[in-house]
């Protein structure tokens, strides 16, 4: 899933070349698996409902699996034994905090009110997907992109515990305290920290905890050079099947709530465009700003563009109903942001030469 034997200084086309088949046309599948989720919807009586039957908290179990499936090679390739090196970078850290915690839900919250003034219902959705920062699929977009696994398994585990620290203090104080001060109409969010936490423990630390086992339970058996140039091709694709078996379960649930008000997706997705560019330019930029490397300044893009959509989606789910102006926009945010985030992995590789520093050949 990475650009093997790429280097910095490598045009971009050879960098995008050098793509297994199944990465360098991701594009296509993702559409694909959108419209293959959109028609089973659509052509199955009755499977949206079979499929949300069995529930994780408020996310449908296959969605759950697929999430899990996604994220445990990812995590498995991330050398744990080189953490001590991404924590002790305190530009990357702070930058990421800053990024994510203070700049990212502003954003989101004054692009809601830009776009969407007499929308309170997509509104306050989209506020809670700008409170949901990421955990799950951006660490696949790093991977495609070779970013630092290292430092994005590190940014998304602070990003965890910020997330069950801060979720329900952010949006108390998005949705009421700041409307209240420029003397716009405010809303409530009533989420706990124990629920926030389940989901963090489920979407992450399982994938994580497996991911580890596998490293340090290989290793141990047959040696490093076996487990990263034996077992972790196996299971490598096993990322992109999960990532795209996820989207035709998400599409299949949510595709009739989709197609049946095409315009009040497309109010919602103009804000959700402009925050994704935002945050990952912004994201780039700082990175190249403060001297970090090609490789961790597209974590740190990366890590400030995405965003927690299975999170974002059960707290609206759970405390508007699945049926509300706050869900439809939860449902939207990786309609947007799965096609957009692809289409960012090939502008990161395309700007790699930017950066001089010679880049080591990943697995």
Known sequence: MSAQGAQATAPPVGVIGALPVLDRFLPVWIIAAMGAGLLLGRLVPGLDAALDAVKIGEISLPIALGLLLMMYPVLAKVRYDRLGTVTGDRRLLISSLLLNWVLGPALMFALAWVFLPDLPEYRTGLIIVGLARCIAMVLIWNDLACGHREAAAVLVALNSIFQVIAFGALGWFYLQVLPGWLGLPQSALEVSAFDIAFYVLVFLGIPLLAGYASRKLGERARGRTWYEQRFLPRIGPIALYGLLFTIVILFALQGHTITSQPGDVARIALPLLAYFALMWGGGFLTGKAI?????????????????????????AVGVFGITSGQALAGVVGPLIEVPVLVALVYVSLAGRPLFTAKEPVRA
Not at 301 to 315: D, G, K, P
């Open 291 to 315: 001297g970090l490397p090609y490789d961790k300044t597209t974590t740190l893009a990366f890590t400030a563009a995405s965003n927690n959509f299975e999170l974002a989606i059960a707290v």
